[in-house]
Every structure is written in structure tokens, then in C-alpha cells.
Antibody
Framework: EVQLVESGGGLVQPGRSLKLSCAAS????????MAWVRQAPKKGLEWVAT????????YYPDSVKGRFTISRDNAKSSLYLQMNSLKSEDTATYYC???????????WGQGASVTVSS | DVQMTQSLSYLAASPGESVSISCKAS??????LAWYQQKPGEAYKLLIY???TLQSGTPSRFSGSGSGTDFTLTIRSLEPEDFGLYYC?????????FGAGTKLELK
């Protein structure tokens, strides 16, 4: 069974940093592109980042480019999201997701809650 | 960015009925369209990709149609477990974008 389990969420002050982790199991992690997607309270989904199988290629929307960094450790079947210079608008539940092909995401975690507030 | 519009935020229906949820893209995205379902306490689930291809495990009462800018998710003969949130997503180009969601509620 494919499992994605996020961790590392919490309350953080504006301007500070936080790193999310996602532990993957039930599939060959190194064979898949992976992604982070977030959902702000009462809002829709927003794609945050994608990383290639080797980690050599990363993609971000403008809203987080330069502040967020996606990375992976294939030996540990783990995905990470380093979030710097956090803003109140980054408050959201962050989901780890597996890319099936192209931009389709065929497996999702339960999410990690991040609150940016002073 | 490609804007995805789900015109209905809420849709109320009864078990056994058929419903359709629409999704419109701000530009042509060919058939690079996926549908996801979310139910309380559960992870998001991919239902349909490429506009009309059912993901493994998706019941056959679900179907997707459309191409270009207009897409529809249809659920025939609603089951109690079908009530929840439905989102469309375009993956024609980055940034990948989602619709605002349609909440399918029990009437």
C-alpha cells in the first residue's frame, strides 16, 4: 500500500523558517517525481513544488520561488520542503504527493498543518 | 497562469441521482485535466486523468468528458460514499492549477 506521511508542521513566526518532511513507503520512491501541494484555510489547492526522480530538476510557482526548496533523499524514501521567509499567506495544510505522469498526482498524504503567525 | 473555474461551489443531491460537475479552463489545455475527490479525514484521491481516463480503482459510475476548455465530471447513480469535495486540475503547463472545488452534499 502506498503511504505518504508528512511531518514537521507547526506554528512559526513570520520571517522564520520551517522544514517539512514526507516519509514514503509502499512503492519505489526513486522512480517517481514528487510534489508538494498546499491548501490554505477555506481555500482551494495550490501546487507548491515538484522534484524530479534524481532531484536534479525542481519546479516552483512564482508565489514560493526563491523562498521554498524541495529536495529528496532516495536512500531514505523521503521528500522535504524547506520553507524560508515565511509569510502569513503561507498558512496552509501542506500535502506530499506522488506524480503518476506529467502533472497528475496519484497518491497524497494526509497533510501537515503550517501556521505562520506572530 | 491557467485559471480553472468550477462554477458550482455546492451541489446537493440524493443517493441514486446522477450529477455533473463542470470545470472550465481559461485557455485550451487539450485533455490535460484531472479530477480529485476529498472526503473528510481521508487523503485526496485521483479519480480521472487525461480528461476521461479512470484511475485504477475508480468506480465505473464516474466518468469524465471534455477537451480544450470545458470539462465535466459525471457521477451516475450516486452512492453514499460519493459525497465530498471534488477538484479539477490542469497539468497542461506549469504552474499546475486547480479549480476552487465543488462540494457534493447530501440533499
Amino acid at each position: 500500500e502506498v503511504q505518504l506521511v508528512e511531518s514537521g508542521g507547526g506554528l512559526v513566526q513570520p520571517g522564520r523558517s520551517l522544514k517539512l518532511s514526507c516519509a514514503a513507503s509502499g512503492f519505489t520512491f526513486s522512480n517517481y517525481y514528487m510534489a508538494w501541494v498546499r491548501q490554505a484555510p477555506k481555500k482551494g489547492l495550490e501546487w507548491v513544488a515538484t522534484i524530479s526522480t534524481s532531484g536534479s530538476r525542481t519546479y516552483y510557482p512564482d508565489s514560493v520561488k526563491g523562498r521554498f526548496t524541495i529536495s529528496r533523499d532516495n536512500a531514505k524514501s523521503s521528500l522535504y520542503l524547506q520553507m524560508n521567509s515565511l509569510k502569513s499567506e503561507d498558512t496552509a495544510t501542506y500535502y506530499c504527493a506522488r506524480h503518476a505522469s506529467s502533472g497528475v498526482m496519484d497518491a497524497w498524504g494526509q497533510g501537515a498543518s503550517v501556521t505562520v503567525s506572530s | 497562469d491557467v485559471q480553472m473555474t468550477q462554477s458550482l461551489s455546492y451541489l446537493a443531491a440524493s443517493p441514486g441521482e446522477s450529477v455533473s460537475i463542470s470545470c472550465k479552463a481559461s485557455k485550451s489545455i487539450s485533455n490535460y485535466l484531472a479530477w480529485y475527490q476529498q472526503k473528510p479525514g481521508e487523503a485526496y484521491k485521483l479519480l480521472i486523468y487525461s480528461g476521461s481516463t479512470l484511475q485504477s480503482g475508480t468506480p465505473s459510475r464516474f466518468s469524465g468528458s471534455g477537451s480544450g476548455t470545458d470539462f465535466t465530471l459525471t457521477i451516475r447513480s450516486l452512492e453514499p460514499e460519493d459525497f465530498g469535495l471534488y477538484y479539477c486540475q490542469q497539468y497542461y503547463e506549469k504552474p499546475y492549477t486547480f479549480g476552487a472545488g465543488t462540494k457534493l452534499e447530501l440533499k
